[in-house]
């Protein structure tokens, strides 16, 4: 019995030089130095705004055959569906504008006979993203409508679609002939102070 009270008296003893030697290993020797704390800058600036993509992917309203075939004038259910622009934002109060063109015949390019129009007027509306929808009539003189704005920065999407197709010059002329009608819309978002 004595012999092992000796063997684990003495095991505590030949564990603690081990034990001792992890905790020295830790201190530090000699002269150390720090620096800090280091300060992190970085900025978002406010003026950034992005539009988004299209949702479909696809730049152009086709608005397809704009006439009544038995009458040659402008069909009154014309329309075509709308564009949605996914993933617009803005860091701050910004300004939506949208401006059209009004479609014209590309191939006919001469002074169009009596009776007829060259031209097709509508409506072009991007909302979504103002409380009141920016607008944008192609046959109007002014569009004060055109510009909104929004009073915060926000993220969304914005909706482009068309409406109130008019022929040129008034609904009793016929537009002429031509495989190719075109126009243009641009929608702008820009950041405001």
């Given amino acids: 019995m004595r012999r092992t009270f000796l063997i684990l008296a003495l095991a505590p003893l030949a564990i603690a030089p081990f034990a001792m030697t992890g905790a020295a290993s830790a201190q ?7 620096v800090g704390p ?3 800058t970085a900025t978002v600036p406010d003026n950034i705004c992005t539009i988004g993509d299209l949702s479909d992917g696809d730049n152009l309203f086709d608005v397809g055959v704009m006439i009544d075939t038995t009458t040659g004038l402008l069909l009154s259910t014309l329309s075509a569906p709308p564009k949605v622009l996914t993933g617009t934002q803005c860091g701050a109060p910004s300004q939506l504008t949208i401006s059209a063109t009004q479609m014209t015949a590309q191939a006919f390019t001469t002074t169009p006979p009596d009776g007829f129009s060259r031209g097709v007027d ?12 920016a607008s944008y009539a192609t ?9 909104q704005t929004r009073d915060t920065g926000g993220s969304g999407q914005i909706t482009i679609s068309l409406s109130d197709f008019a022929t040129a010059g008034g609904p009793s002329l016929r537009p002429v002939a031509d495989d190719t009608y ?7 978002l820009a950041a405001i102070s």
């Fill in 28 to 34: 530090t020797y000699g002269p150390s130095d720090s």
């Fill in 38 to 40: 280091i300060q992190i």
């Fill in 122 to 133: 509508y409506t072009a509306t991007a909302s979504g993203w103002t409380t009141v929808d």
């Fill in 139 to 147: 046959g109007d003189a002014a569009n004060a409508a055109a510009t």
């Fill in 182 to 188: 075109q126009g243009a819309i641009v929608v702008t």
